[in-house]
């Protein structure tokens, strides 16, 4: 019956009536049989078919309240309201008297866009008279507006994941439907601004709304409209040129660290240049290229949009052979990663997964830096705003903060879960946009685990079957989907360029328990692992890597590079690991019959490797000489330690006791655990000279304990 409520069908019909004459008709019809309001719309009659009817009903009782009789005449039939009869008998009748005669703004195609809300669910949100929508497009919800995406299709039914908060959002409500996919805007603006999960710019927002929250459905464009960019054109570019997606045809000074914004053209677009810009101001969004391809003229700015969904195109993908280095001893020598590649940090609570995370987005070698704080505590975010602008680089002989290299994505815990989901390709896509410009990018998503959490909640929502712990069957499809992203390309377009995505993955399993399907499921798909210990925590152990679970898939990859710039990194680094893991074995024979049971070739071992622990895996990272540790300060430590233990061993192989030669060179010792102090800031030649010296000096004390 045109779609009518259930409340509305479920009242008696023709045939009930009939059977049961003594039904009392007043008792039923106290409530005004009045049909919804779009109902009402599409049963508009003319104005002439309303004034002729209008007399007729003039004759019938009122629907809205009938006078019933005391009992209906068995001759006549039971009564009827005329409204319920044209419902009933009428339908076929009026659909296409009221389809043809429809008021002007119901005939508006922007009308056919427009649903109503059926069910509301927390963030989710089942929306009607949705025919023709899509998977993924984005939908303005409520009266508010509300920022939503389809995420299911049932006939005329869509189900809406809404990015914000649903209170006040009743049945009924509109749903308006945009035609396009949920997307990013890219372009000049996007490095020292702070986003949330969909990319509405906090600052902007605090600026509007002159208040600390975010109002409800409040609309602002994520990149400055107002703001002028000196634009330089690409001087092979002219008009007449063919121009195709990815095309460099341009230059904006972003900062003084991204002194070279290329201004590509979007990779779905191509044709013949018929205006070209010249140097001058222009804002993000006026049109200063004009492209004809097959007849049909076409304006692009200096911003584009890109569906965050759909990974951007690239002309080809490449293996990895740089290193991605941290700052990090423990991580840089033995768990290296590489530029674009993939890193999971799986700890409990309280292990230092943020303050890596941190670190890593601080003094890492990547060009850009974008940090998605997904789901996690909102002083984080703060800690990153007022450090960030603080702390610098050096980049061409000056010092610069690096924040002009970073872009953040906040979606705290208190806002809203579904846009968790969204805060996490959002930062992928601002990524990849930077990636096509031929800058090596480093991702950090903090944490994952709040991402799947809110996939489990919607996943519940939906009354989808649970798989292990609740979460979704997809889980390991959607994280895959997520890390497969990573990667070093070709990028699309001319000049050449080369840039690649590093993605650095927190995870949270309750209680540290690494079985969690999120950190299993991740663990399948990354190439670095770096394991994170709540004991190594306690005891005040940062950064707390456990080197016996952590790994790294990319060490046979660098070997080139290593060959070319430090031969002997490689070895030395496994021979620390063998150390570490000899030791670990020997820690047991110690607790069963004491170390005095040992020789002292173990006793070495156990005393070197109790010195790579407490002086070159653990790391300071609020004092300015071990919050970074440069690749050729982590080399020339390992070598100096590996050099002490193969002067011991050879002591101790020429028939020297080892108390004796350990008290000989206590100030050796005192001198290697006392590397780490030397600043990096006086730069590889002046400390490589103390080291250097030091590696003299301690060839020379062995060689006069040997001779005593």
Known sequence: MLGLR????????????????????????????????????????????????????????????????????????????????????????????????????????????????????????????????????????????????????????????????TAGVTVGDPVTRTGKPLSVELGPGLMETIYDGIQRPLKGISDESKSIYIPRGIDVPSLDRKKQWEFTPTPDMKKGDHITGGDCFGTVWENSLLNEHRILLPPRARGTITRMPTKGSYTVDQNILEVEFEGEKKEYSMMHEWPVRVPRPATDKLSSQEPFVVGQRVLDALFPGVQGGTVCIPGAFGCGKTVISQSVSKFSNSDIIIYVGCGERGNEMAEVLMDFPELTIEVEGRQEPIMKRTCLIANTSNMPVAAREASIYTGITVAEYFRDQGKDVAMMADSTSRWAEALREISGRLGEMPADQGFPAYLGAKLASFYERAGRVVAMGSPERKGSVSIVGAVSPPGGDFSDPVTSSTLGIVQVFWGLDKKLAQRKHFPSINTSQSYSKYTTTLDPYYQKHMPEFPKLAARIKEILSTSEDLDQVVQLVGKSALGDGDKITLDVANLIKEDFLQQNGYSDYDQFCPLWKTAWMMRCMMGFHDEAQKAIGQGQAWGKVRESTADIQTRLRSMKFELPTDGEEQVGKKYEELLNQMQEKFASVVDE
């Open 6 to 165: 259930p409340r509305l069908r479920t009242r008696p019909s023709l045939l009930d009536l009939i059977q049961h004459q003594d039904f009392d008709y007043s008792a039923h019809h106290r409530r005004p049989l009045t049909p919804p309001a779009h109902i009402q719309r599409q049963l508009q009659l003319p104005s002439s078919e309303a004034s002729s009817i209008s007399s007729t009903a003039d004759q019938s009782p009122t629907p809205s309240r009938p006078d019933p009789p005391t009992r209906p005449h068995t001759s006549a039939g039971p009564y009827l309201p005329p409204t319920t009869a044209a419902t009933t008998n009428d339908t076929t009748a009026a659909t296409p008297t009221a389809t043809a005669t429809m008021p002007p703004k119901q005939q508006n195609s922007s009308d056919a866009e427009v649903g109503s809300i059926f069910s509301v669910s927390g963030p989710v949100i089942i929306a009607e008279h949705m025919i023709g929508c899509a998977m993924y497009e984005l939908c303005k919800v409520g009266h508010d507006q509300l920022v939503g995406e389809v995420i299911r299709i049932d006939q005329d039914k869509a189900t809406i994941q809404v990015y914000e908060e």
